[in-house]
């Protein structure tokens, strides 16, 4: 969950594109503890060995040039799951119904943003707890990444629907709710 | 002076349309007096403009110093040799400056009441036909001593041959200078700037303007320097980025597309295209309507008079009304909605049309908004803060709308089946919308069938697809194909959203492609204006 709203203002700014010292700041900085109340955050995580990710993604996996080169060498994978719930684009697009384009838009940006930065200290976590066993891990990888299908996400939402189970999947295989991310991450076993 | 001498005038640049006044080709109308000041006071009869040319050419100056010129019988001449040595005459003893002399002399006692230009062209140009343009423009860099030789000749000879026209007549110092876009805009000031603004000093009561072609965004600031009265903008300049960079004191002159417009397009497109670039512009005191360049010799003299005629009735319309309409376009670019509805209320109550507050008004400032951000000058947030001050003035405006009226075409839009991505396309239809375009939004998820449908319902000009993955982004080419299956072709793809690109588009036959919402709205616009000069 994201903790300081003040530590992560600066670099949320610069990715939503407001500029550090204009009057649409405090009005963002607003915005931002709207979002901050509306949170749902749910994670889940998993590591399986290489063998049950390839059996577990089969096709998407194994037809992927991407996943091949970046697994080449790792032993076990883990998957993981973040979504923010679905008030962020309840709300978002009721901004948009009722022509307040800038909060619905910017609702939209700070809600992919938050959820960027929710995977990305799992991420992080992992990176961690890794080298703390001596391992070194991949970068973190996405369906819909280069040629890892976003039909992978099926995949992934077989494994996490009993977790979390307000996520659905269209037939497009995109999950609902939106600010939903999922990713692989590699751990390499050591020498390599 | 000059601001009252040029007050919301209209003009078309230079007067080679004249030549079908007169059953002579254009070869023999530049070295014979009578038959060009026939041709020139026939034409200026016939379309009343506020500034009058002479017929120039651009290679007058440079083949009286030297250099070769080819003449044509219906274009216009053009150099065909460099100076083997430069020589600076007496321009009274060059015999076609001589026929000008004599033209203009004539039309003073004809158009006593107008403003006559003593057009020349800039001396970094006539250097570079002195000497070869590529040749000048390597010297920048290898011999710059060389070159400023040759500028003090070139401006040296400008000067003597507009001060000989204004002898003769003329009223008005114009300078067309067309190369100097090509030297860095670091170099502008030293290789260009110095000598137009030596040309301008020396006519100190006369009006001046100064026109270079092509894209000067980056030295506007510079031909501000040279102390000019007017500036003339190239067609392929967007006004509203540079009108807060000229002073109030200094024309903003143009820029109607003299080709695409003025000799190729039908009369409804010349006065849709004048009186949209007026009511757009006329909020700015020092906005003088032309063209963005030379009105070819032959385009339709009915098409010069229409453009006249409809920048002249659209000034009048919306003079009255311009305080108001300045407001909430300002309030709409600043942000300020509570100020916006009150500018609204209070033209409303003066009587303005709505449709004038919106196009003049709140589109403007969009507009205006929407030009920055592809001049990147400002980034999207900014212009959605625009969007809901837009929408607050709108409010008051609604009822009163006939919506046949306002709105200019349909476009249906939707994102591809397998996808489910919303923000994007619905920034899409807002822009749309703020822009008096009617949106027909199939929201999330659709299909072929589903567009063909609301394609045979809504007979729109426009479909837009929208795709954020990689697997939806196929589905963009099904879409198409199937109206193409269908025999449908009378109608226009454009693409976007996160997984497509200008490859992807054409990948999957779309027309058009646009990076965000702002871009669909111009990239719409510009494939309507082609579609239209294929008609």
């Keep these: 969950m994201v903790r300081d709203c003040a530590t992560v203002t600066n670099r949320m700014l610069k990715y939503i594109r407001i500029p550090q010292n204009g009057s649409q700041k405090e009005r963002v900085s607003l915005l931002l503890k709207e979002l901050v109340s509306l949170l749902d955050t ?39 799951t973040v979504t923010l719930g679905q008030d962020i684009e309840r709300r978002s697009r009721k901004y948009l119904r009722n022509n307040e384009v800038f909060n619905g838009y910017i609702v939209d940006r700070l809600g992919s943003f938050l959820v960027e930065e929710e995977i ?69 076993k050591p020498g390599y | 002076m000059a601001k009252i001498m040029m007050h919301h005038f209209v003009f078309p640049i230079n007067a080679l349309p004249s030549c079908q006044m007169v059953d002579v080709d254009i070869d023999d109308i530049l070295w014979n007096a009578d038959i060009k000041f026939k041709a020139l006071r026939n034409y200026y009869k016939r379309i009343d403009a506020d500034i009058l040319f002479y017929f120039h050419d651009a290679v007058i100056q440079a083949e009286a110093m030297g250099a070769k010129a080819k003449y044509f019988k219906k274009m216009m001449p053009a150099v065909a040799a460099t100076a083997q040595v430069v020589s600076l005459p007496d321009p009274a003893q ?116 100064l026109h270079i072609c092509g894209d000067t965004y980056q030295i506007v600031q510079e031909m501000v320097r040279t102390g000019v009265r007017g500036i003339s903008f190239d067609n392929c300049m967007d006004l509203l980025v540079v009108e807060d960079e000229i002073p109030d004191e200094v024309y903003v002159i143009g820029n109607i597309d003299p080709v695409e417009v003025i000799e190729l397009g039908s009369p409804d497109e010349v006065v849709s295209r004048t009186s949209d670039l007026v009511s757009m512009m006329a909020l700015k005191d020092n906005f003088v309507l032309s063209t963005g360049c030379a009105v070819p010799p032959s385009a339709p003299i009915e098409n010069v008079r229409l453009f006249l005629e409809t920048g002249r009735k659209s000034f009048a ?105 919303e923000i994007g396309k619905n920034l899409v239809k807002i822009f749309f919308e703020t822009h008096g375009h009617r949106v027909v939004d199939l929201g999330v998820d659709v299909n072929a069938d589903a567009f063909i449908e609301a394609y045979l319902n809504y007979r729109p000009s426009f479909i837009g697809l929208s795709a954020f993955t990689t697997e939806s982004k196929k589905e963009m080419g099904k879409v198409i194909s199937a109206f193409h299956r269908e025999g449908i072709r009378d109608v226009l793809f454009i693409v976007g959203g996160a997984a497509v690109n200008h490859e992807v588009s054409r990948s999957v036959g779309a027309d058009g492609y646009a990076r965000d919402a702002v871009r669909a709205v111009s990239l719409v616009e510009k494939l309507l204006k082609q579609s239209k000069s294929y008609i």
């Excluded at chain 1, 060498?73 to 993981?80: Q, T």
């Excluded at chain 2, 990147?376 to 405006?397: A, E, N």
């Design chain 2, 94 to 209: 060059v015999p076609r400056m001589a026929v000008n002399a004599n033209v203009l002399r004539r039309m003073a006692g004809e158009f006593p009441d107008k403003l006559r230009s003593a057009l020349v062209y800039g001396p970094f140009t006539v250097a570079g036909q002195v000497a070869g343009e590529e040749a000048l423009l390597r010297k920048l860099i290898d011999d710059p001593k060389e070159v400023l030789s040759l500028l003090e000749k070139t401006c040296d000879f400008a000067m003597r041959y507009a001060s000989y026209l204004i002898e003769a007549g003329a009223n008005l110092v114009w300078v067309s200078d067309p190369l100097s876009v090509l030297i860095p805009p670091d170099q502008f000031r030293e290789y260009s700037g110095v000598y137009l603004k030596r040309i301008f000093e020396s006519f100190p009561s006369l009006p001046s303007v």
């Design chain 1, 42 to 80: 749910k994670k889940w995580c998993r590591c399986v060995s290489i063998d049950e990710f390839y059996g577990l993604f089969h096709i998407y996996a194994r037809e992927s040039q991407s996943i091949t080169k970046l697994l080449k060498h790792s032993v076990k994978v883990y998957l993981i």
């Design chain 2, 317 to 421: 319309d919306i003079r009255p009304h311009i305080p108001l309409l300045s407001k909430i376009s300002r309030n709409v670019y600043a942000g300020n909605g509570e100020e916006t509805r009150q500018g609204v209320a209070a033209a409303l109550e003066d009587g303005v049309d709505p449709l004038t507050i919106i196009s003049s008004g709140l589109t403007r400032g969009i507009r205006k908004g929407s030009a920055m951000y592809e001049a990147k000058r400002c980034f999207l947030p900014s212009i959605l803060l625009m969007v809901d001050t837009f929408y607050k003035g709108f409010q008051l405006l609604e009822d009163r709308l006939d919506r046949e009226k306002t709105q200019k075409f349909d476009i249906v839009l939707g994102t591809v089946k397998g996808d489910i991505h």
């Design chain 1, 120 to 188: 990305r200290g799992m991420d992080l976590d992992i990176t961690q707890q890794c080298r703390n066993e001596g391992c070194t891990t991949t970068h973190r990888y996405s369906p819909g990444y280069g040629d890892f299908s976003i039909k992978a996400q099926q995949a992934f939402f077989d494994l996490v629907k009993d977790s979390i189970p307000e996520l659905t999947i269209s037939h497009g295989c995109l999950l609902s709710p939106e600010k939903t991310v999922t990713a692989i991450k590699g751990v390499v």
